[in-house]
């Protein structure tokens, strides 16, 4: 595996310099500071390539930029609406520009409105240590009394509803708040940092959206990006849903075995592939993550690991370290390093793999700014236990 850590850029509290002491050599990036839909200009992804180049030396490890994560993917595109033909066209620019730079993996997601969505960024932990939580519950209480939407009794039950309004009545204001923030755009590559009325007319553009529309939308856009993938030699890497559960009544189409396959062979092509994000798809209890890796292991362009322990509800889940939670780490990782011997003629055959997210430890408690999930400590924690597995298997 290419060991590799997310770098938020320059204004990242994490420097360049821990993430070579976290022991990995690939940093995965993005230019955060271009608003989705912009195309990102040869100059552009340059600069970025030389500021983490100039940091390198003959006495240090030589960090490479090996993925871009993500090229957010405009609502628009996945609305098919308005300029979305404009924004086709920029993400077209954007891969070859990409490619012009000697960078070949792309991620991203296509998920509606937000990105990735928990509900608590300070989960503690019994060990003192804070993670990120979804709490199933606090979905409900954030539709219902934060977006004040009616109708929640055509998705959720009433038990489910009654449940949600005893544990609002026990949330003080600052936790109402914090769910509002986490929601909205408080987690780092959110799109967009949202109001309530932003949100809601979000949600109104997707309110007669079908799965079957969205899913259409995708495949439109894959037929349109996939032969300029193939041009520029780029592999792109579709994210799964995070959480791969049904939220805020909009269309998730990238939740399981089922909806990659259909995503795949709608256009089958080497460029064609996935993120295989075991945190992602193990948060949704009927995922089994060692069957999806074997059956889409060919396809798999980019590695996020990270693990998650369901709660008793069966929705809700918060992230453990990655020993403890719902994944066998050493069955995962042994069917990767198989895949990767399986590449072995071929000259890339070291997927590149990140770890995702750590707990806040330590002296990053006491830290201002930092971007939840994505503090040096925890993350290195898990990268270590993380070679650890893969040495001992080796
Ligand atoms: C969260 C991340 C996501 C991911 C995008 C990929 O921690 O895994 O933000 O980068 O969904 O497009």
Redesign the pocket.
């Given at each position: 595996m290419q060991l590799s850590f997310?770098w938020y850029g320059p204004n990242d509290p994490v420097s360049l310099s821990d993430i070579r002491q976290s022991n990995a050599e690939y940093v995965v990036t993005s230019l955060h500071q271009i608003p989705t839909g912009e195309k990102w200009t040869q100059s552009k992804i340059k600069e970025r390539v030389n500021l983490i180049k100039r940091q390198n030396s003959k006495l240090n490890i030589n960090l490479k930029w090996n993925v871009v994560?993500?090229i957010?993917v405009h609502n628009n595109i996945k609305l098919r609406e308005k300029n979305f033909k404009k924004l086709i066209n920029n993400y077209k620019d954007t891969i070859s520009n990409i490619a012009k730079n000697k960078i070949y993996t792309v991620?991203?997601?296509f998920?509606p409105i937000v990105?990735?969505t928990r509900t608590q960024l300070d989960f503690k932990l019994s060990t003192d240590g804070l993670a990120l939580r979804f709490n199933y519950l606090h979905i409900i209480i954030f539709e219902k009394y934060i977006l004040k939407l009616k109708n929640l009794e055509r998705r959720y039950t009433s038990k489910q509803i009654i449940s949600a309004e005893k544990l609002f009545k026990k949330m003080k204001l600052k936790e109402l708040n914090d769910l509002k923030y986490a929601v909205m755009g408080g987690?780092?590559?959110a799109e967009k940092k949202y109001s309530i009325k932003e949100f809601k007319e979000m949600l109104l553009a997707y309110k007669d959206f079908k799965d079957e529309d969205l899913r259409n939308n995708l495949k439109y856009f894959l037929k349109e990006i996939i032969p300029v993938a193939e041009e520029n030699k780029i592999k792109m890497a579709l994210?799964p849903d995070?959480p791969p559960l049904p939220l805020f009544g909009v269309p998730r189409i990238v939740s399981s075995l089922e909806d990659y396959k259909s995503i795949l062979n709608s256009y089958n092509s080497h460029s064609n592939g996935v993120?295989f994000?075991a945190g992602?798809l193990a948060s949704n209890i009927k995922n089994d993550v060692y069957e999806i890796f074997k059956n889409l292991r060919k396809k798999i362009n980019f590695i996020?690991l990270r693990n998650v322990k369901i709660e008793s509800d069966r929705r809700s889940f918060f992230e453990t370290n990655h020993l403890s939670g719902n994944i066998d780490f050493v069955k995962l990782i042994k069917l990767i390093t198989e895949e990767e011997k399986n590449r072995y003629k071929n000259k890339q055959f070291h997927i590149p793999m990140r770890p995702?997210?750590g707990h806040c430890l330590l002296d990053d408690q006491k830290k201002k700014n930092i971007n939840p999930?994505?503090t040096a400590i925890g993350r290195m924690m898990g990268l270590a236990e993380i070679r650890g597995i893969i040495k001992s298997i080796k």
């Open positions: 997310r994560e993500s957010p991620c991203y997601n998920m990105d990735w987690l780092p590559a994210h995070d993120t994000c992602s996020h995702d997210h999930g994505y």
